[in-house]
């Protein structure tokens, strides 16, 4: 990440407050977080101390051990480090010469295998002097750099919050991970209400709301749902939590490529079969980027809309 840009916010607190925050929340340490900002511990305790005077809130516990973020401090935090990317965003878009040769990609899914990794691999081989910048993020924050100009496309399931132009593109079946010596592991194929009294690990990472979603369709009587356990991380850290047989997750078919010995990966069913999400390719317009035209254009021969 590039060094932020410090400029005053109000007369109290300008970014370089909202950096040293968000960095000891990274390394949940005082200490840890100012040697890695080349700081003294003081001074960035002092400015910390500024910070949460000027927004009437502790955002952090202080222990011996270390320094945790507040309950009430957690959304500040978030916003913080939202505003730390979006400003740096701002000034390295302005100060790039041009980016008609590349072609900025949002993504939240994995790229080990499927239909994402297979169209880029196509647009690589068909547009070769295309660069490719490749962000994964968080739906909603996708959509803010969609909308700010600081990507191209979108790829993801679901929509996205802010208005977009979009093309629908494949899906992909809903698989179950669990460790390989789970009682279910030996099945061919497991059923929703296999999942019952489960512990099932939710990312906070997309599509996340859809799985939830499903849950609650797929299983209404709340008796008969699984264990919710909600975790700040990527489906690539999901995998580690399971391989600790701390809870089954909920994957996509493109996560299946990356293996991790100790998981196995099973198709999830109901009564009418496989359960699939659907993704689609979320852009702006006026977008001038030839890459995006290649892109686009990419997309609408190998996923054609249907006739009217």
Not at 23 to 44: C, D, H, V, W
Not at 78 to 99: C, D, G, H, V, Y
Not at 114 to 130: E, Q, S
Not at 236 to 248: D, F, P, R, T, Y
Request: positive net charge; proline residues 5%.
């Amino acid at each position: 990440m590039s060094a932020p840009i410090h400029k005053p916010l109000n007369g109290k607190c300008d970014l370089k407050h909202l950096h040293h925050a968000v960095t000891a929340a990274e390394y949940g340490s005082f200490r840890q977080a100012a040697e890695a900002l080349n700081i003294k511990q003081s001074t960035l305790s002092r400015s910390i101390l500024q910070l949460e005077h000027a927004a009437s809130v502790r955002l952090f516990e202080r222990s011996p051990g270390g320094a945790a973020v507040s309950i009430a401090g957690s959304d500040f935090i978030r916003m913080a480090r939202a505003i730390l990317e979006q400003t740096n965003e701002l000034f390295i878009s302005k100060t790039t010469p041009s980016r008609n040769d590349m072609l900025r990609v949002g993504i939240c899914t994995s790229l080990s295998e499927g239909g994402l990794r297979a169209n880029l691999l196509d647009f690589h081989t068909r547009f070769p002097t295309f660069r490719l910048a490749m962000v994964e993020r968080r739906r909603s924050r996708l959509s803010t750099k969609l909308h700010n100009g600081t990507l191209d496309v979108v790829i993801s399931t679901g929509r996205l919050p802010l208005e977009s132009n979009s093309i629908s593109l494949w899906s992909e079946r809903i698989i179950i991970a669990l460790p390989n010596d789970h009682r279910l592991a030996d099945r061919d194929h497991i059923y929703w209400t296999d999942l019952r009294s489960e512990t099932l690990l939710i990312s906070h990472y997309d599509p996340y709301w859809e799985f939830e979603d499903l849950i609650m369709s797929k299983l209404v009587l709340p008796e008969d749902r699984p264990r919710l356990e909600r975790h700040d991380v990527s489906r690539s850290i999901l995998k580690s939590l399971i391989s600790m047989k701390l809870g089954l997750a909920l994957m996509l078919e493109s996560d299946v490529g990356a293996r991790v010995p100790s998981i196995v990966f099973k198709e999830l069913r109901d009564g009418g079969g496989t359960t699939r999400i659907e993704f689609s390719a979320f852009w702006r317009e006026p977008n001038d980027n030839l890459a995006l035209a290649g892109f686009l254009q990419l997309l609408r021969e190998r996923y054609p809309s249907p006739a009217l």
